[in-house]
């Protein structure tokens, strides 16, 4: 603020930190025989690729939210020092109080901005579908649009058993290093007529602000 009289504008400095990524291999493979390569009913090719980056995406998916930083790994979101913690006193069935305290993690940071939403695996979400906001009023925790206390719930068996994250995902960053080489090899098979098929992927996971996300369990 500056007065009518005068005076000036008070300088400060913008706080800033770097965010240091590191390609992560992340590699699949199939073998497939020389008799399905005979089949005419599906294109082979296509079918085997399609196959493989599915894999990895799902795995891609899995090491965001729980890589362990070890063996390769990037660190997940679970694993991240400083995200925030919440506990569920029934397993797999958290309570709405339970869940508003997930969102007051988030809003006591001043971090309840961005891409919100709550993920969780399919055992939950069934569970919150049933879970009752208080006993009369006859609604339930989890809508049938897919929001609960308006947020989307996304549902990906990708979660671990008994977690729920909350958290704005545009603060997961994820890097990558060209895109995905595959690698063909008709050679360790070839006394059987088989081809092995690689999928390589480099990429890394980091956080990008702990205060952006929380984790119940």
């Known amino acids: 603020w500056v007065g009518n009289d005068g005076g000036s504008i008070s300088e400060s400095n913008q706080a800033v930190a770097q965010i240091t990524m590191t390609p992560r291999t992340l590699g699949v493979f199939t073998d497939y025989s020389r ?30 939210l729980h890589g362990t930083g070890t063996s390769g790994q990037p660190v997940g979101i679970a694993n991240t020092t400083g995200v925030g913690t919440e506990s ?3 397993t797999s069935s958290p309570t709405r109080a339970e869940i508003v305290a997930m969102r007051g993690d988030l809003a006591t940071a001043n ?9 969780t695996n399919s055992t939950i979400y069934s569970n919150l579908m049933s879970e009752l906001v208080d006993a ?4 339930f925790l989890l809508n049938e ?18 977690h729920v994250f909350f958290g704005n995902w ?4 994820i890097g990558t290093w060209g895109g995905m080489d595959m690698l063909v090899d ?9 081809v092995r098929v690689l999928l390589f992927h480099s990429t890394d996971m980091v956080v990008r602000h702990a205060e952006s996300f929380t984790v119940g369990t």
């Open 35 to 64: 008799q399905l390569r005979l089949q005419s009913s599906i294109s082979v090719e296509n079918f085997i690729r399609q196959d493989l980056m599915t894999v990895v995406a799902l795995e891609k998916d899995r090491a965001g």
């Open 186 to 194: 008709p050679y360790t098979g070839a006394t059987a007529g088989n």
């Open 136 to 139: 009369g009023s006859g609604q």
């Open 88 to 90: 569920f006193s029934t």
């Open 170 to 173: 545009a603060d997961l960053l």
């Open 111 to 119: 971090a309840l901005a961005g891409n919100l939403n709550f993920i």
């Open 145 to 162: 649009n897919g929001t609960m206390i308006g947020r989307n719930v996304i549902e990906s068996n990708q979660v671990a058993a008994e």
